[in-house]
């Protein structure tokens, strides 16, 4: 069973940056394998709908919603079947849970479509 963990959340003051880290294992034969997975993030504010921030294809390349260009980076690194968003310019609206997930492209990623696997979630909280 292919779990994802995310890591890198925490309390940042508005204006400051963090680094989020997903490692994905668990791959068996009958598994897309990472490297040919799309992989992304999504976050989810308290009271409020899971909502899509960035995906990067098995390709590279990456995808944004529009609240996270600019300011969001999402990259990839499959020889350590992981992916990486750093953020920065971080606003009080940017807390929430944050979660890893794949897809098999990130176009059924963006509109929830499929998803192959989820993480758990880390939080990030962002104080004025």
């Known amino acids: 069973q292919v779990q994802l963990k995310e890591s890198g959340g925490g309390l940042v003051q508005a204006g400051g940056s963090l680094r989020l880290s997903c490692v994905a294992s668990?791959?068996?034969?009958?598994?897309?394998?990472?490297?040919?997975?799309?992989m992304g993030w999504f976050r989810q504010a308290s009271g409020k709908v899971r909502e899509f921030v960035a995906g990067i294809s098995w390709g590279g390349t990456p995808t944004y919603a529009e609240f996270a260009e600019g300011r969001f980076a999402i990259s990839r690194d499959n020889a350590k079947t992981s992916v990486y968003l750093e953020m920065n310019d971080l606003g009080v609206e940017d807390t929430a849970a944050y979660y890893c997930?794949?897809?098999?492209?990130?176009?059924?990623?963006?509109?929830?479509?499929?998803?192959?696997?989820w993480g758990q979630g880390t939080q990030v909280t962002v104080s004025s």
């Open positions: 997930a794949s897809a098999p492209t990130v176009a059924a990623m963006e509109h929830q479509r499929i998803i192959d696997d």
């Open positions: 668990g791959y068996t034969d009958s598994d897309t394998s990472f490297s040919d997975s799309a």
